[in-house]
């Protein structure tokens, strides 16, 4: 499976972006779907998820009512809806897919991910 993602940039404090994951080469529709990010110098974190039917989302605490996780399996795309930026959602933010079906407490687990974009790069100034 290939992950492609694209949708980052640099913005303003304040202002929204929208991520994108293509993936290829293997049946979307029956995959866990995941954002996770990086920040220069930091681990990276789980930031959302989608079970592959929709219905059931995870947010990392500090992004919920912000940040909407979506998926189109008509067109094999993850998005990350992202609103009211802070810098401190500078990071690198890379697009993930797993081939389980976890508990919901386990979504935010890199563990429970198989596949792995590259990054696409959120700058957020303030």
């Known amino acids: 499976v290939q992950l492609q993602a694209s949708g980052g940039g640099l913005v303003q404090a304040g202002d929204s972006l929208t991520l994108s994951c293509v993936a290829s080469?293997?049946?979307?529709?029956?995959?866990?779907m995941g954002w996770f990010r990086q920040a220069p110098g930091n681990e990276r974190e789980f930031v959302a998820a989608?079970?592959?039917?929709?219905?059931?989302?995870s947010y990392l605490s500090s992004v919920k009512g912000r940040f909407t996780i979506s998926r189109d399996n008509r067109k094999n795309t993850v998005y990350l809806q992202m609103n009211s930026l802070k810098p401190e959602d500078t990071a690198a933010y890379y697009c993930?897919?797993?081939?389980?079906?976890?508990?919901?407490?386990?979504?935010?687990?890199?563990?429970?991910?198989?596949?792995w974009g590259q990054g696409t790069e959120v700058t957020v100034s303030s």
């Open positions: 080469g293997g049946t979307f529709n029956t995959y866990l």
């Open positions: 989608i079970r592959y039917t929709g219905g059931t989302t």
């Open positions: 993930a897919a797993g081939r389980g079906n976890p508990v919901l407490s386990a979504m935010s687990l890199e563990r429970m991910y198989n596949f």
